[in-house]
């Protein structure tokens, strides 16, 4: 029987990454002038490594909230905190919090 779920190339995946940063920046630019726009391009990155079952950077994971997939811009929509260890995310447009462990 034929997989379903085959292996992606490395090379799709790393392809992938890159268009999906290459899309955080454009939200990143745009979200200040069209908000709605920018959670859209991070809709799009994610399907992408979705798609290609790539691992996003969390580099970029930390730019989205997880639970209302929005972009987060630091001090307007997003507000950091430490706490024990830890960096937390507060997701100003759903209020839910984004922990990541930090060394
Ligand atoms: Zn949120």
Do not use: W
């Given at each position: 029987?034929?997989?379903?779920?085959?292996?992606k190339p490395r090379q799709l995946k790393?392809f992938a990454?890159?268009?999906?940063?290459?899309?955080?920046?454009?939200?990143?630019?745009?979200?200040?002038?069209?908000?709605?726009?920018?959670?859209?391009?991070?809709?799009?990155?994610?399907?992408?490594?979705?798609?290609y079952?790539?691992?996003?950077?969390?580099?970029?994971?930390?730019?989205?909230?997880?639970?209302?997939?929005?972009?987060?811009?630091?001090?307007?929509?997003?507000?950091?905190?430490?706490?024990?260890?830890?960096?937390?995310?507060?997701?100003?447009?759903?209020?839910?919090?984004?922990?990541?462990?930090?060394?």
């Open positions: 029987m034929k997989k379903r779920y085959s292996r790393e990454v890159e268009q999906a940063s290459q899309l955080f920046e454009k939200a990143e630019n745009v979200y200040s002038e069209n908000r709605e726009l920018a959670n859209e391009y991070v809709g799009i990155a994610r399907k992408l490594c979705m798609k079952k790539a691992k996003m950077p969390s580099v970029l994971k930390r730019r989205y909230c997880k639970h209302c997939k929005c972009y987060l811009r630091v001090g307007d929509n997003c507000r950091i905190r430490l706490n024990k260890g830890k960096v937390v995310y507060l997701c100003l447009n759903c209020k839910h919090f984004t922990r990541m462990r930090y060394r």
